[in-house]
């Protein structure tokens, strides 16, 4: 990623149309055995409309699985809108070549062993396909992808088997998923009547990546939210721009990064050979970018399906309504451990409760029905239009706990109504362990109820369903007075400003930091000493020596002139001892920072998203809890009140146990100026810290700092 110059803009979904919704397609590659790639993608279009040719000189004249063959591209009679390459990584060039003559719409190749090796002459190849598609023109989907599907059209244009057995509606979901295997394992909900529009599989992302493609399902009218499943990007700034594309398309992304962990991202880069990144880094990119996370492979489709057939809430409450009196406690358990508010009802509301619902039951929130209400359906519909009609509830939590193909399907389309009626979300718990039972397969197949095979997953679905609804858009934060000045103070070149330099480029983008002074010698320190007024803190002044404590450079609590000479001598002599070759300018006099809140407030340059800033809890709780919040630089003071607010270690801010309550609007502040900065800085700068940031009632004052520079790209 070049931080110097923006990401490269998302592709025009129409320039896409051709080779992802594909009114004709041509197979390069196929063969008369139905089980090799070629054959079986030809055999999955069978309920496709438009013209299929196969292409293979060995079989040209006859006709295999159902379509003509021919013997080159040159004799298909149109232009095809896509061609499937089903060759070898060794034939793949010179059939790219007969596409870009043909005028052919876009290509889709399923071949491998490209950069996904690492082997530095694959990668050159790959490289070289992909500037050959980009000069021609010639949208690639792959390599090393499984295709796609458009479920409006029936081109399942892949190779995995029985495609034709997917009979759900298209339309709700679109897949986007770089891993081909998973994407299509999504896909397979349409066996059990989810509706899904559109499936595409990213593969290496040579040409098209997952941003490109899932703005291509934005466009889709029949999408009503994107399921993303990403292992990496080149550039991951790019899921700013698909981010953008949908909110102008006003359509959810829900979206899971493969590879959080170590492993899983090492695992990630092998398969695709794109770049992972940190999990912190693409949670705060995906939060960025306006796009629901979650975090488990199960709850992508479910979640996506939700914000699919949901509308936006009409209020926050959540009301469970069940037969079940042990259903509605586990309903209740997952929703109270979410924070989810589950408010009583109002006394209307609850007076019908009291006389539709038998003395055993449990007028109230849960509302437990009891299993009489089978005996007395106008009990259960009493019950339902009384929660659903209370201004309170945003959406309704209906567990189901068993399924008999009698009664359970009968139940679910009772249940579509009144979704229609009040427009908010019946969200149906789905229990027995007839996990495709056929009340199940039916609140999947119909828009307005929504399915899902955990509680846990329903009510976090949810909880993101509130937060995307409650997201606001901002503006670029206010540039300091002193931004340019700072700018023009960091060096041409690499090199690591030590803390007094640091802290004066800090305090020039408006982010407080402690006075001092500096001395040459134990006297000059003394005297500095005693102006400043005790007691004070010596710190080693060294251009070479970044971290002074590991050094013994750190003296504090001095209360006299001789306490400060005595440790002057003390922070030499460690400093000679610890780094006998580091120059040795003196000591930083600073005064004893006000008591108050240890923070951490550091930034990098990520190799993906570019400056990033982060914010922490401090001391003893940076190493217990790796307590961080991690944003991409620049944000508002808005935006960095929420990182300090999402802190395991927040309520140290805000009058724990009768302690003062620190000005977190002033640390805001102090973190939007230093992300200003980061991002202001760009390439320039590597790593910043102020460390550490303590933080009170009086405001905040940076008592450290440290900044590693890059090369100026300008220079």
Known sequence: MSGGSGPEPLRDPARLRRVLSPRSVAVIGVSAEPTRFGGR???NLVDFAGPVWGVNPKYAGQTLHG??????LDEIPESPDCVLIALPREQMMPAVEACIRKGAGGIIAFASGYGETGLAERVAEEAALRDRCRAADMPLVGVNCLGIVDHVLKAGVTFMPEYVRMTAPPGGVAITSQSGALGYALMQAAERGFSVCHMVTAGNATDLDVCDLAAYQLSMPE??????AVEGLRDGRRLML???AARKAGKPIVALKLGRGDAGAAAAASHTGSLAGSALAWSAAFRRAGMVEVEDFDALLETAGMFAKAPPPKAKGVAIITPSGGAGIMAADQAEALDLPMPQPLPETEAVLRAAIPDFGAP????DLTAQVASNPASYDACMEAMLSDPQYGCAVIPQVYSHHATT???MESLRPYATKFGKPLLIAWIPE???GPGAVHADSVPELILFRSMRRLMHAVKLWHQYYDQREEGAPQAPAGLAEALAALPPGPRV????????????VGVPVTEERRGASAEAAADQAVALGFPVVLKLDSPDIAHKTEVGGVKLHLGDADAVRGAFAEIMASAKRHAPAARLDGVLVQPMARKGVELILGGRRDGQFGPMVLVGTGGVQAELWKDVALDIAPVTPTRAEAMLRSLKGFPLLDGFRGAPKADIAAVARAVSAFSVLLAAAGDRIEEAEANPLIAGEWGCLAVDGLVRCGADPQK
Request: proline share 5%; charged share 25%.
């Open 497 to 508: 400003l030590a803390e007094a330099e640091s802290k004066a480029l800090f305090a020039r």
């Open 409 to 411: 399907v009968g139940r």
């Open 41 to 43: 993608t030809v055999t």
């Open 223 to 228: 999408c009503r939210a994107v399921a993303l």
């Open 434 to 436: 007839q996990l495709e």
């Open 242 to 244: 698909l981010g953008e």
């Open 67 to 72: 379509r003509p063959c021919l013997a080159s």
């Open 364 to 367: 109230r929130n849960p509302c």
